[in-house]
């Protein structure tokens, strides 16, 4: 039922609507792990994970069929502008799904007042930024009723650590989204779907889980975050679309070449 909310084609024309369907299906992936995981022993441990999984069991069947439509539209164009022209409507859908989903999930997050919800996700953000000291962080940072903050580690020579460790995850990202993509030419979204509650993790720490902070903590992310998101989703769509072809044209050569 879910899925066809909304089509493909009425996406394209509207992108903006995409923004409602993530705030849609980010919602009900916290609240269904919140309702029936929560209170589960073993379950719980693992809800982070189990809030993606639902994020891309609502978004597979609208990314999938949005990737089949632009193959087939792909077969018929050349050059680097009629290629620009006839997908940037799907990569503006993208980022606003993506925004619908990191603002669901960072006012949820901050509103159940349960960082267990994003346990692994909290962690990820403690790995990146913590210097290696994870287990501190954490402590640090969880929703512990004291926000504690962190010292040392941050500053100085850590800056030059903090960058490199960044980019290095970006590239990582970059690339998994690629071979996710190629693999299942919509399983490119648990990355984004991932990348979204790391960053709605991110903001509900920078905003000391503050409801009202929330555009703050939006505007410092997202500056820097639209430029790395984009890119995922460029590299998510050429990566989806490439898969779908060489699925559809493996024994058609010429038409395998025009989508490459």
């Not at 632009?70 to 980022?95: N, P, Q, S, T």
């Not at 954490?138 to 960058?163: D, H, I, P, Q, S």
Request: glycine share 10%; with cysteine.
């Amino acid at each position: 039922m879910l899925e066809a909310i909304i089509n493909p084609k009425s996406a394209e024309k509207r992108p903006w609507k995409m923004f409602f369907i993530g705030l849609v299906y980010a919602s009900l992936s916290l609240l269904l792990v919140r309702w029936f995981f929560s209170g589960d022993a073993v379950l719980s441990k693992f809800s982070g994970l189990i809030v993606v999984t639902f994020c891309v069991m609502f978004s597979l069947p609208f990314m999938y069929r949005m990737i089949k439509r632009e193959e087939e539209v792909d077969e018929k164009i050349e050059g680097f502008l009629d290629v620009w022209k006839v997908h940037k409507d799907v990569i503006y859908a993208f980022m606003w799904l993506f925004l619908g989903f990191v603002i669901a999930f960072s006012f949820w997050y901050i509103v159940l007042g349960n960082s267990n919800m994003f346990n692994a996700q909290l962690e990820t953000y403690c790995m990146i930024n913590s210097g290696g000291n994870v287990e501190e962080c954490v402590k640090a940072y969880g929703m512990t009723g004291n926000y504690l903050g962190l010292t040392g580690g941050m500053a100085g020579e850590g800056n030059m650590w903090r960058f490199l460790s960044i980019l290095e995850n970006n590239v990582y990202v970059m690339i998994f989204t690629l071979v996710f993509s190629l693999i299942f030419g919509a399983g490119d979204i648990f990355v984004l779907a991932w990348n979204a509650t790391v960053i709605a993790s991110a903001i509900g720490i920078f905003t000391k889980y503050q409801i009202a902070n929330i555009p703050i903590g939006l505007g410092r992310y997202m500056i820097h975050g639209l430029p790395e998101i984009t890119a995922y989703f460029v590299t998510a769509l050429a990566g989806g679309i490439f898969g779908v072809g060489v699925i559809r044209h493996v024994l058609d050569g010429k038409k395998l070449y025009r989508v490459i």
